[in-house]
């Protein structure tokens, strides 16, 4: 099997490869023939209408699901067949739709979750945790990456549901992804904390590879640089924002009749 | 702030209150020293199910193995205390190093069914076994060389006593230590959220299945201790009862703070003892309504409540001392 | 060869009678667990009381056997939905160690007050003389009581299919186990098939309870007793699913009685090793991971 190389032919292999993907449940094709490839630093956004086979697709890479063919790499490792924990070990890391967090522990202990995972400390069960200073510093500083250090010492669970979804990027960013899945990283944030959130988002470090998935243009537009649509499984087009914006093709196949005036709107 | 190390400045006055007794109650010393082993058990039992999450219904299996083992080795002629301790906590834990890895294949319901069905086996087991258990009559032929070679078990229980508190003293600061590292921390994260632990990259069946096995130790060395210390294993150390009693002292102290787990086993067994004299069955209506009243007052158990009393006295405080100009 | 097959028959028709009143207790329980994810570990106090009753019932009414049943089921099950309101209401949204907690409290309460009210032995009760004699099936002569147990029981499970297969609140019964929030979504009163549902299990343990009061002594500890076998049931047949539930009851009774039959000494511990073998090879039923 070779090795994915980028278009040009060099050396460097793609962050993120995705070949051939097929996943079928029963009778309905969730992802038919899916092919995706993320550079380094790249600003890939998965558009799609409801039902289109996105949140599967997160759920074929980062392994949740298992695909019935095609290959998946992160860099020049085949990782088609290895575990979601694996996988986040070779730096494919993923946030969730809804906020998964850990919510009896303080803001800081979940980044400190995150980040004694990363380095391998959580196997050491007898050194106090209090004595890996670096481990409280990092935490700290990885919460200032989104603006939250103010709410390290809070328990989760009573923190607002704004801030959450900036702690579940948190989380993701512990773990040094080089290939981070952001899975509607806006829903449900009320329009005074998107402006955080989106602003968090674009000072993420602009070497990690993010594919976001994401219902709003607006959000759309300031974020990527290339943009793929979904339909039923398919992948229908990849291209710059402003090409798939105009592409007529887009418009009728996921826009349908009635997304017209929905779509104006948002653009 | 880490909730476990609120409570530091009273543990020191807690041992020196649990040396004391000696002193104070020096008759009662069979009582406390049955109320130590069982601190231990519930700290162990506080360590699968209040920190890592593991709802077990079955920690009897551990303790037993524990009491067999040490009766076994002294009746093999290991007289030696303090080392049959360790060794039949290692066997309670080599035990669930067999079962752990499919026990903790499923969580919730399952693992409880799992649980209980496994302990009554192993009660069933016993029964059966009667040339190694004794059956009903239990064995009661447990000869000890005295602790260090120097201090002669009494009649009044006072090396008795002080033996098993050194190892709860020892088992509580280690489990002390397992839930203030970094493990213990991502233990709890397994509680809270396992499916997001995963996708940290954490081994989860790995921390669970160490976490078991460390709190299969503790429970080992708790059922080694009672039968040294009482000199008798009957087959009830195994029974359901057992693990049932365990379950209730440690939420009445409160699960995931290790520090119920003493309060509930102190509590708990001081109220058995008064009502020793009553028919068994009306044991029950106490046990049933403290279940009922710990699922009541929620979360925390009796060290939750303390809890609760003393940060409202400290905002009420805090508050006086702000309305004065 | 004679021999063999008197041993067979014999198993067969005790096994199977007594699977059948298993089947009659655990089968509220497979439900409610699909249904509500409530650990209820005070299910078999439900069956414990319906046997109280329906043998007070007897004895002081004079009540014939199969009328006291049914109407101790009548009871148990209204009675249950008082408790469904009081109790267990605020159980669906609580913990799971909430649950086992309280429900194992429940139960610990049920046993005191039976022994406070009823006194600590087994509660004597006879069975109608029509079902204690013996019946002629040709190759043996069997006590008529096993075989009648064994036609109710099929009579119930008919009855059973048809009210989960054939009729709307069935329906929507298994709509709500599949998928709670969807089934809430299309506009299924989701609360009151609860208790409806719960209602419907406790009566069903509780008539188990009273027609099986001859193979399962009722004792103030029968709570104790029997949970464990209705656990296994629970778990091998897997949560929710009610069609597996039968089977595996009729299964471990015959599995009971056989090891009791043919290994007199070894007996419940070879019956405990093959169900903990079974419960940790498939601990979310014999019939789970294939839906997923």
Known sequence: ?267 | MNRLLQWPSLEAPFWVAALAVVVIFPSDLSLATAIAVMALFAVSLDLALGIAGILTLGHALYFGAGAYAAAALATLGWAEPVSGVVLAGIAAALLAGVAGPFILRSRGLPLIMVTLVLGLFAFELANKASDFTGGDNGLSDIVLAPVLGVFHWSVYARVEYLYVLAFLFVGFQGAKRIVGSSFGLALRGIRDNPVRMAYLGAPVQSHLLRAYLSSALLAGVAGALSAQTTRFVGTDVLSINTSIDVLVMLVLGGTGSLYGALVGAIVYMLVHHLAAEWNPYHWMFIIGALLVFVVRIGEGGLVGIARRITERSRQTIGRRAKGRP | MEPFFAGASFIALYGISYGIVLFMLSVGLVLTLGLMRVVNLAHAAFAAIGGYVAVGLMNTLGMPFVAAALASALLVGVGSLLIERLVYTSLYQASELDQVLMTIGLMFLTTASLNLVFGPDVVPARLPAWLMQGLDLGFRKVQTYRVFVIALGLALITLLWLLFERTQFGARLRAAVDNRSMAAATGIDVRRLYSLAFALGSALAAFGGAIGFAMLPLEPLYPFKYLTLMLIVVSLAGMGNLRASAGVAVLVGVVDTAARYLLPVAGAFVVYGVFVVLTLWRPNGLFAGRVR
């Open chain 1, 1 to 267: 099997m070779s090795e994915p190389m980028s278009e040009s032919g060099a050396s460097t292999p793609y962050a993120l490869t995705a070949r051939g993907l097929h996943k079928r449940f029963g009778g309905l094709t969730v992802a038919d023939n899916i092919h995706l490839s993320l550079p380094a630093g790249a600003r890939h956004a998965l558009i799609g209408p409801n039902g289109a086979g996105k949140t599967t697709l997160v759920g074929l890479l980062t392994g949740l699901l298992r695909i019935d063919s095609g290959q998946i790499w992160l860099g020049s490792t085949d990782v088609t067949r290895l575990s979601p924990q694996a996988r986040v070990k070779h730096g494919l890391v993923r946030t969730f739709q809804v906020n998964s967090l850990f919510p009896s522990l303080t803001v800081r202990q979940n980044v400190e979750l995150a980040l004694s995972e990363h380095a391998g400390t959580s196997r050491s069960m007898l050194r106090s945790i209090g004595s890996l200073t670096h481990l409280a510093e990092r935490a700290l500083a990885t919460l200032a990456q989104v603006g939250l250090e103010h709410e390290a010492g809070r328990r989760v669970s009573e923190l607002a549901y704004g801030p959450q979804r900036l702690l579940e990027i948190a989380l993701a960013l512990a773990l040094e992804p080089r290939v981070l899945l952001l899975d509607e990283p806006a829903a449900g944030v009320a329009s005074a904390d998107a402006e955080r959130m989106m602003s968090a988002i674009e000072r993420l470090p602009c070497d990690i590879a993010i594919l976001m998935i994401e219902h709003d243009m607006r959000i759309v537009r300031r974020f990527a640089q290339t943009v793929t649509v979904l339909v039923a499984g398919q992948v229908l087009a990849t291209d710059t924002p402003e090409a798939i914006m105009t592409s007529e093709a887009v418009r009728r196949v996921y826009l349908g009749s009635g997304g017209q005036a929905r779509y104006d709107h948002r653009s």
